[in-house]
Structure formats: structure tokens, C-alpha cells
């Protein structure tokens, strides 16, 4: 199984601002995701973070909100832009659809 | 678009009792079926999956799903649950292959909470 590392951890964020958030994995993966999980709500997938291309967005998510890069087979960054109190969430990678790491927890004030 | 239905959304039990929790799910293709923990606190672990092949699952701590493909269901079991099994169950499933492989689609989650 993959080791998935997020950075933060944790964050505390002021209206309007942005945040990125890494995402490390241990060894090479095909496949890489971005999920949501809003308070008391299950988990919703954002995208999907294509190495060497653009993410591909799922409906309700859109790139200029949630703008993401993979240079690597190991890396990921999600940023989550222009941030309001709707945008507090934890926020999880995945690798391989399968692993998940131990999440960001955003609050937006 | 696929779907995932958890039928009970907190479940309490006393310690030794057995548990089953409900997974429905549509899609129309063949699948992966998960089953993720969430522990107070702590991050989502995987549990057990069905790729193919035996269509009863076993995973850690006990636990074991069984797919019925004709009910659409992966309902997870455990005969004799303990107070350290407090936690929030997901169901998911992605599409087997094609543009859904990998892409999760997570049900309601049901919160269990086993009294000692």
C-alpha cells in the first residue's frame, strides 16, 4: 500500500485568501485524486490529477477555483483560490484510487 | 452516474454483538467496492475491497463484505464488535475500468458506536 503525506495539516485562512496543499506519495502512482469532505458529509471527489497535463474536474468543480498541478508521478498540489467559509473541508489526495492520505483541515474565516 | 446508498446512517451496539452494515450501490458496469473506516480523530483507512474473484472479502480487524452482484449490495460484516470499533464506515465504489477507474464515489457513511 501507498504512504501518502499531505502538508498542512491543518489551517486556518482569512477570506479571500488562497492555499495551496501538497500531497507526497512514497513510490510512482498512475492515478492520483483530490477529494472533499465538508463537515459531516461524506467525501466528493474534485478531480483528477493528470501528469503532464491538465486536471480533469468533476461537475461542480472548476479550475480556476481549485487549480491543481502534478509535475511528477510522486506529487500533487491542490489549491483552493479566492477561499470563503464554504470552503471549510477537510481535504484528502488518493493514490490509485485505492489509499488516501491523512487530510488537510481548512477553515476559512 | 454511479451511486452508493448506505441504509442506516448511526448504528449502536453493545460490545459482542454482530454487525452488519448495509451498501447498495448503481452503476452500469462492472466495479470495485470498498469499505473505508474513519476512527475519531484520525484519517480514513482502507478497510477491505472486491476487485473480482471471491465474492466474500476479508479485511483487517475482523471485517469481511460480501458483493452480490444481482443485489448490487457490499454489505459489511463482523461477528462480534468491540468498543475499539467506534468509528464512521464508508461505502465506495469506482468504475472497474474506462474513465471512471479510480474515481471514488463514497456513500453517506454510517457512524457505529459500540457501548462497552
Known amino acids: 500500500s501507498a504512504v501518502i503525506s499531505q502538508k498542512p495539516s491543518r489551517d486556518i485562512c482569512q477570506r479571500g485568501t488562497s492555499l495551496t496543499i501538497q500531497c507526497q506519495v512514497d513510490s510512482q502512482v498512475t492515478m492520483m485524486f483530490w477529494y472533499r469532505q465538508q463537515p459531516g458529509q461524506s467525501l466528493t471527489l474534485i478531480a483528477t490529477a493528470n501528469q503532464g497535463s491538465e486536471a480533469t474536474y468533476e461537475s461542480g468543480f472548476v479550475i480556476d477555483k481549485f487549480p491543481i498541478s502534478r509535475p511528477n508521478l510522486t506529487f500533487s498540489t491542490l489549491t483552493v483560490s479566492n477561499m470563503s467559509p464554504e470552503d471549510s473541508s477537510i481535504y484528502l489526495c488518493?493514490?490509485?484510487?485505492?489509499?488516501f492520505g491523512p487530510g488537510t483541515r481548512l477553515t476559512v474565516l | 452516474a454511479q451511486s452508493v446508498s448506505q441504509h442506516n446512517h448511526h448504528v449502536i451496539l453493545s460490545e459482542a454483538a454482530s454487525l452488519e452494515l448495509g451498501c447498495n450501490y448503481s452503476y452500469g458496469g462492472t466495479v470495485n467496492l470498498f469499505w473505508y473506516v474513519q476512527y475519531p480523530g484520525q484519517h480514513l483507512q482502507l478497510l477491505l475491497k472486491?476487485?473480482?474473484?471471491?465474492?466474500l472479502v476479508k479485511g483487517i480487524k475482523g471485517f469481511e463484505a460480501e458483493f452480490i452482484k444481482s443485489k448490487f449490495s457490499f454489505n459489511l460484516r463482523k461477528p462480534s464488535v468491540q468498543w475499539s470499533d467506534t468509528a464512521e464506515y464508508f461505502c465506495?465504489?469506482?468504475?472497474?475500468?474506462?474513465?471512471?477507474?479510480?474515481?471514488?464515489?463514497f456513500g453517506q457513511g454510517t457512524i457505529l458506536t459500540v457501548h462497552p
Open positions: 465506495a465504489v469506482n468504475g472497474a475500468g474506462g474513465t471512471s477507474y479510480g474515481k471514488l464515489t
Open positions: 488518493s493514490s490509485n484510487g485505492q489509499f
Open positions: 472486491y476487485f473480482s474473484g471471491d465474492p
